[in-house]
C-alpha cells in the first residue's frame, strides 16, 4: 500500500484531497504545518492557526487517519518572511504564496515525508500534475485545474520535475462547488468553512502596517505625472531584443524628468506600482494610482485613472539566474522564440505572449500592453493547459 502524506490546513480542500486518496486505497497520514505567524499584534488579528490546526485533527479523526503537527516557524521566517521584507525594502513586490511552495510546501516538508518512508505528498492545489512517457522519457506536465476560477498552477510555478513526481492534487480535476458537495456529503466539519483571505503570517493586519514593524517610516514626496507626459508621446517597438537600450527603455522602471509634488508617504518601499489605496489624497476626479517607486530618493510617482499610461507595458524581463523550466526538454536556447499564453498575477486571464531567449535572460513580449507589471512577482508561461516555465520579473 502506497504512503501518502497530506498537508492538511484545516480547510475544506485539504480535508477533501485526505479523503479521496483514502477512497482510492492510500495509507494516508494528515500533517498540519504551522507557519510563522507575526507575534506582536492584537491576538483576535493574528492568524487562527490554533483554530485551523483543531479543524485539521477533528478532520483526520473523522477519517480515521493519523494526525501530527510539524513545526516550521524557523523555515519559514528564514526563507518567506525575511525575503519579503528584504524584497519590499528594495522596492520589489515579492509572492510569499508561491515561495512558500517552493521552499517550504514542495522543498523541507517534501523532504521530511520521504524520510518518514511516505511515497507521495499531497495538498488540496486546484491543479493536475500528469505523467507522460515521451520517447522512453518519463516526465511530469503541471496542467491548469479543471476549475478555471479556482485555478492554483501560478502558485506552484516554481516546482521542478523531482518534486512533481512526488506530488499529488486529488481535487485539481474538480470545481470548487463539487469539492464542497462532497464534503457535505461525507459531513465533514469544513464542509461549509470560509475559504481563507491574505498571507496566513500576517493574519487581518495590512500589509503596510505589518512592513512597518521591520521597515522604517521615511516621509517623501508624491510626485504626479500627467498622461501627458512626454516619456508616453513616442511609443518603442522594438525590432529585436538584441537591440541596444532595449531592456532599459522598453521594460525596467521608467526615468521621470517631469511631474508636480502634491504631498507626501511614509515610505516608497510600502507601495507597489498600480496601488490605490494608502495615497491619501483627495479633490481628484478620478483615483490616483501608484506608476513607480523610486526607493534610492524615496519618491512615490502617481498618476490620475486606471487607464493612465503609466500603469501599462507591452514587455518584461527575467534575468538567466531567474529563469525556471517545470521540464528542461522545454527550455529555450538564446535565440529562439515561442508564442506562449502567460499571467503575471494570481487569477488573471491568460494573456498571448511571445518568448524570446537572449544572452542575459528572456524578454516575454505581450500582444496587448499589460497593467502594473511588478518587479519581483512571477511571470508564469503556458502551452495549451500546461504550465512550463515561470521567472522572477527584474
Not at 502524506?5 to 482510492?24: P, R
Not at 517552493?102 to 495538498?123: C, G, H, P, V, W
Not at 517610516?217 to 507626459?229: F, H, M, R, T
Not at 505581450?366 to 511588478?374: A, S
Amino acid at each position: 500500500m502506497k504512503k501518502v502524506i497530506v498537508g492538511i490546513s484545516g480547510g475544506v480542500d485539504s480535508s477533501v484531497a485526505a479523503m479521496l486518496l483514502k477512497a482510492q486505497g492510500y495509507k494516508v497520514i494528515g500533517i498540519f504545518l504551522r507557519n510563522w505567524n507575526y507575534p506582536n499584534y492584537r491576538e483576535n488579528e493574528k492568524c487562527h492557526w490554533i483554530e485551523d490546526s483543531i479543524d485539521a485533527m477533528l478532520i483526520c479523526q473523522q477519517l480515521n487517519i493519523p494526525f501530527h503537527i510539524i513545526d516550521m516557524r524557523i523555515e519559514y521566517k528564514k526563507l518567506v518572511v525575511d525575503y519579503m521584507f528584504k524584497e519590499y525594502s528594495s522596492g520589489r513586490t515579492p509572492n510569499p504564496d508561491v515561495l512558500c511552495n517552493r521552499d517550504i510546501k514542495f522543498n523541507i516538508f517534501l523532504k521530511q515525508s520521504i524520510s518518514l518512508e511516505a511515497d507521495f505528498i499531497a495538498t488540496g492545489h486546484y491543479a493536475i500534475c500528469k505523467k507522460k512517457n515521451k520517447r522512453n522519457h518519463i516526465f511530469y506536465q503541471l496542467l491548469e485545474g479543471a476549475d478555471k476560477k479556482k485555478d492554483q498552477s501560478y502558485f506552484l510555478c516554481q516546482l521542478n520535475q523531482e518534486q512533481l513526481s512526488k506530488s499529488i492534487f486529488p481535487i485539481g480535476k474538480y470545481s470548487k462547488y463539487q469539492v464542497r458537495k462532497k464534503a457535505e456529503e461525507a459531513g465533514l466539519i469544513t464542509s461549509k468553512k470560509k475559504d481563507s483571505q491574505g498571507l496566513c503570517f500576517v493574519g487581518k493586519i495590512r500589509i503596510s502596517d505589518f512592513l512597518q514593524t521591520q521597515l522604517r517610516c521615511k516621509l517623501g514626496d508624491i510626485i504626479e505625472i500627467s498622461s501627458n507626459d512626454p516619456i508616453y508621446q513616442s511609443p518603442i517597438i522594438p525590432i529585436s531584443a538584441k537591440e541596444e537600450g532595449f531592456i532599459s527603455i522598453f521594460t525596467n522602471r521608467r526615468k521621470y524628468n517631469f511631474g508636480k509634488v502634491i504631498g507626501q508617504h511614509f515610505g516608497a518601499h510600502l507601495f507597489t506600482k498600480g496601488q490605490r489605496k494608502g495615497i491619501r489624497i483627495g479633490g481628484y476626479t478620478e483615483g490616483l494610482f501608484v506608476l513607480d517607486t523610486d526607493i534610492d530618493n524615496n519618491i512615490l510617482y502617481v498618476g490620475i485613472g486606471e487607464n493612465h499610461p503609466g500603469l501599462y507595458k507591452n514587455a518584461l524581463f527575467i534575468k538567466e539566474e531567474d529563469i525556471h523550466w517545470i521540464s528542461e526538454d522545454l527550455a529555450l536556447f538564446q535565440g529562439n522564440k515561442l508564442n506562449v499564453k502567460c499571467r503575471i498575477r494570481y487569477r488573471q486571464d491568460l494573456q498571448h505572449a511571445q518568448l524570446q531567449r537572449v544572452i542575459k535572460g528572456l524578454y516575454i513580449t505581450f500582444e496587448k500592453p499589460q497593467k502594473t507589471i511588478n518587479e519581483g512577482q512571477f511571470a508564469a508561461w503556458y502551452l495549451k493547459e500546461a504550465l512550463i516555465g515561470s521567472g522572477i520579473i527584474s
